[in-house]
């Protein structure tokens, strides 16, 4: 009987990626604190040092000219950010055939059974792939290697920057009691607070519960975490090369759980006003926007609408929702969370118009929403919104789902 032998996952994670990108570009700026996102007027990625000086993703750029006026800021190069992403996946690809592209500056690769054809073992090949990476591109990667892809990104994460850390079933306990339980991929603040209250501070913690007590208080995401944790690979490795830009998504949980339905739209058109904030930004139109609700019992209900006309304003987007409402709301049911997703985005650039008219519509509304995106890059979000927006706004409500998330742009 032939013995199945144990997968070994690579995880690289770019070290400040976007900002090493910049110091990459700009030689003269290695070692100094620099940040990205002049253009947005907020922080959108820093180096190690503008950390170490107190500053943190998401402060107003003007904040930092004031308190910190030793720091370069730049503005976001993201044609050189994903130039520098599809060269550091190519190195990766020189050594391993099944390579799933994570995010931009992240990427998985299946190395199980290559060290035969490389001549080297399995720390040799990752150690290689750093060097290459680094004299090539002259930016920094944290690397991890373990038997499953979310022990993998714990490893990846552990030393940082320029780590390399390799995870073992033997040792992957000792690094599961030093990583808190907030730190595990897919665990969000939601989620960990739950688990704390149980009782649960670090990943060993989580691991050592019992599959059936996993199954009774989270939802069965959480129970693939959990296998991944103990050395079981469930989630493969996906090495089709992305062709397409990744998907939007905002949503939010309430509590307490509501059937109200001028809430639950007026929640939806606030997914939908950031969505679009977020497509703008990025200079991108989705062809088709689902959204869903969930209900207290974990249910999801949801619908998608392909466009006629790809646009990136609301005043399109949330009529149509509101037209297609019923068919994911039912009456008498109680719902604890909403959320949108804008999916297949292309450039705005390639746009094309509609029979309709709508296009010219979405022109003319865009061009109101440069200046809102104006205002709220310089005093925050939700200066301006819909009027369809506004329960979602005024009515404060505790997010309580375990898996609320405000995910962006996977790819560029």
Sequence with gaps: MQVKKEKTILHIDGDAFFVGVEMAKNPKLK???????????????????????GIKRGMPIFRVKRDFPKVTILPGDYKAYVQYSGKMFDIVRRYADDVEEYSIDECFADLTGIERL??????????????????????????????????????????????????????????LSKTPIEKIWGIGPKTSDYLKRKGIITAKDFIQKNVTWIRENLSKPYEILWNELNGEYLMKI????????????????????????????????????????????????????????????????????????TTNV???????????????????????????????????????????????L?????VIH???????????????????????????????????????LLFL
Excluded: W
């Design 118 to 175: 490389h001549k080297m073992n399995y720390r040799q090949i990752a150690e290689q792939i750093k060097k290459e990476i680094n004299d090539e591109l002259n930016i920094s990667v944290s690397i991890g290697l373990a038997p499953t892809k979310v022990l993998s990104k714990v490893a990846s994460k552990y030393v940082k920057p320029n780590g390399l850390t390799i995870i073992t079933k033997d040792t992957t306990l000792d690094y």
């Design 370 to 408: 440069k200046q809102i995106d104006s205002l709220e890059n310089k005093f925050g979000k939700h200066i301006v919104y819909l009027a369809s927006t506004q329960k979602a706004i005024k009515r404060k409500v505790k997010g309580t789902d375990s898996d609320d998330f405000d995910r962006d």
């Design 314 to 360: 609301p005043e399109i987007l949330i009529p149509l929702i509101e037209e297609n409402f019923n068919k994911v709301y039912k009456k008498n049911i109680l719902y604890r969370t909403a959320g949108v997703t804008f999916n297949e985005l292309i450039s705005d650039d390639i746009n094309q118009g509609d029979l309709f008219g709508n296009n010219n």
């Design 31 to 53: 070692g100094k604190p620099v940040v990205t996102g002049e253009e947005r007027g907020i922080v959108s990625a820093l180096s190690y040092e503008a950390k170490a000086l």
């Design 238 to 309: 996906d090495p089709i090369t992305k062709t397409i830009y990744s998907s939007i998504q905002k949503t939010r949980s309430f509590y307490p759980a509501t059937n109200e339905k001028i809430f639950l739209l007026s929640q939806l058109s606030k997914h939908v006003e950031e969505g679009c904030a977020k497509a703008r930004y990025y200079k991108l139109v989705p062809k088709k926007v689902s959204f869903f609700l969930k209900t207290k019992d974990f249910v999801i209900n949801e619908h998608q609408i392909t466009l006629n006309s």
């Design 362 to 366: 979405s022109k003319k509304f865009e």
